[in-house]
């Protein structure tokens, strides 16, 4: 009875330590499954972080290439853009060139023609005069066709050598110059292409002269005053040649009040046609008159729009028959270099 007791008790203590073992089976799985668990939604975090990187990562690369893509585009859009600018610029600077060298080579071939005309017309005066030879006044009027050649070459190779003349300062006192170029100007009447008669009243006229405040300006290049004198004795010429026939009357007036410049104006008594008024004081275009027509009123023009600050203008006063030439000239006289 005793031994089957002892049995059951070592069955019960053998099931007890199973029991036991099992239950630290258990607990070690229940672990186990813990930690499986904790793993599976680290890996469950893991690849989900995985999935947004490559989301996130394609996206950036996609807006990358986006990106790339429109600079790419603004990049040839500013390279066409800018090939356009250049070529539109290039063909401004062809057309403006082209453009500047018609307009020098008109206005050199009207230099020239208005010269040839001028120059073969003194010449022709000169040799017919120089022919007779019967007073000193027929030589002294020959000589004064040459020495109006001489001028107007002068004006011309000035034109043409402008821009390598040296600074020279010079003063001209312009009521000085006024009195021996209206007394040169009588000397050489037969220039003027008018009438014998009309000469001889040319010759008995009194010019009336008015000078106010200071007359003198100060040439700054050289050779420039005998431009400017020129330019006045042409003036004085036009003022003696387009008087009334049957009464002249011209007048010039000096006004120096000024520190800035010196107004000249030259009047005569004979109306100016309006279209020569009109294109002396806009110079659009040109009336369509002879070549011989006011041919030194016309060289003025062109010499006048180089001087630096130097104007003319041209007015009619119909209720009194007068025309007048208002011409302003700088103290300090320079020329447009180019």
């Known amino acids: ?152 070459v002068k004006l011309n190779l000035w034109l043409l050598k402008k821009n390598e003349l040296l600074e020279e300062w010079k003063t001209l006192d312009l009521s000085k110059e006024i009195e021996e170029l209206i007394t040169s100007t009588k000397r050489g009447l037969s220039t003027l292409r008018v009438s014998a008669e009309f000469q001889i009243k040319l010759a008995q006229l009194n010019v009336t002269t008015n000078y106010t405040g200071n007359s003198i300006i100060t040439s700054m290049r050289e050779k420039l005053d005998t431009v400017i004198s020129i330019i006045l004795q042409d003036l004085i010429r036009n003022a003696f040649k387009y008087s009334d026939n049957n009464d002249p009357e011209v007048a010039v007036s000096i006004d120096g009040s000024s520190e800035d410049e010196v107004k000249i104006v030259f009047m005569n008594n004979k109306i100016m046609d309006d279209l020569f008024v009109r294109y002396i004081n806009f110079r659009d275009t040109e009336p369509d008159i002879s070549d011989s027509s006011k041919v030194g009123l016309r060289s003025i023009l062109d010499w006048v729009k180089i001087i630096s600050g130097m104007q003319i203008t041209c007015s009619n006063n119909l209720s009194q028959n007068k025309c007048e030439i208002e011409l302003i000239i700088p103290r300090n006289v320079d020329y447009e270099n180019n």
């Open 1 to 152: 009875m005793t031994n089957k007791k002892n049995e059951i008790q070592e069955s019960l203590s053998s099931l007890k330590k199973k029991i036991a073992s099992l239950q630290s089976t258990i607990s070690k799985l229940s672990k186990q499954n813990k930690e499986l668990i904790e793993q599976n939604n680290d890996n469950g975090l893991t690849i989900n972080r995985l999935i947004n990187e490559k989301r996130e990562k394609e996206y950036t690369n996609g807006f990358k290439i986006e990106l790339l893509l429109k600079e790419q585009k603004e990049n040839v859009r500013k390279e066409y853009v800018q090939s356009i600018s250049e070529f539109e610029q290039r063909n401004a600077e062809r057309m403006l060139i082209q453009n500047t060298l018609e307009i020098e080579t008109k206005t050199t071939k009207g230099n020239i023609y208005k010269l040839a005309h001028s120059i073969n017309n003194d010449l022709h005066n000169a040799a017919q005069i120089l022919k007779s030879k019967d007073s000193d006044d027929e030589l002294t009027n020959a000589f004064y066709h040459i020495k109006r050649i001489d001028d107007l």
